[in-house]
């Protein structure tokens, strides 16, 4: 789970972090974000920042193995990177962002599932428009590990070895990237905003 970006759009001056801000049962972004990966893939790591001491401290009570990119701020290519060298014996991996809480369990599972059944690369897509988490097949290492600056994968998932995987969820496409986006999202879950 990548969960290093520094997050300007939601605040530019850097006080608040967005993937800690308090969802309506009381649980954070990242926690809600992280909940879902794990009941699919029980061994996840989330990618850091090393100022984030409050953020690892929850996602590890989740059980997640928190892992600190130093280099962060240079694009997320490098956080994925990271992430990769340091579970390159994994058969393949779901990428999930931290900060797409609204993200259906059952996606994760459809996205685990296709993987198994032999997709190099697995894609959710929700009325016509792909999104996010995506899986890799271990067979993609070297070129995810060729990846460059804030484009993440973006670059491999204009193949036409992509399988596409419909799912009845919105949330593919939802993230926390302003204020706005959070008030909205609160908003769907029954609660005013905070």
């Known amino acids: 789970m990548l969960a290093a970006g520094r997050g300007r759009r939601f605040d530019a001056s850097g006080q608040q972090d967005k993937l800690l801000q308090k969802l309506a049962d009381g649980l954070s972004v990242a926690q809600h974000s992280a909940q ?3 009941a699919v893939m029980p061994h996840s790591v989330a990618m850091l920042r090393p100022d984030t001491p409050v953020l690892a ?3 590890q ?4 193995d928190c892992l600190v990119c130093h280099d962060a701020d240079a694009g997320m290519a490098n956080s994925l990177k990271h992430a990769l060298r340091a579970t390159a ?3 393949g991996w779901l990428i999930a962002l931290a900060d797409m809480p609204a993200v259906h369990l059952s996606t994760m599972m459809q996205l685990f ?3 198994q059944a032999g997709a190099g690369i697995a894609v959710p897509v929700y009325q016509g428009r792909r999104g996010n988490p995506v899986g890799f097949a271990h067979q993609y290492l070297s070129q995810l590990l060729y990846l460059q600056g804030d484009v993440g994968a973006r670059s491999l998932l204009h193949s036409d070895l992509v ?3 419909t799912v009845d969820d919105p949330g593919i496409h939802e993230d926390i990237d302003t204020p706005d986006a959070l008030m909205l999202h609160l908003a769907a879950m029954g609660k005013p905003g905070a």
């Open 89 to 91: 014996d994994s058969a």
């Open 163 to 165: 399988t596409q995987v």
């Open 36 to 38: 879902n990966l794990l």
């Open 57 to 59: 401290d929850q996602l």
């Open 113 to 115: 599932d296709a993987l």
């Open 61 to 64: 009570a989740l059980g997640i």
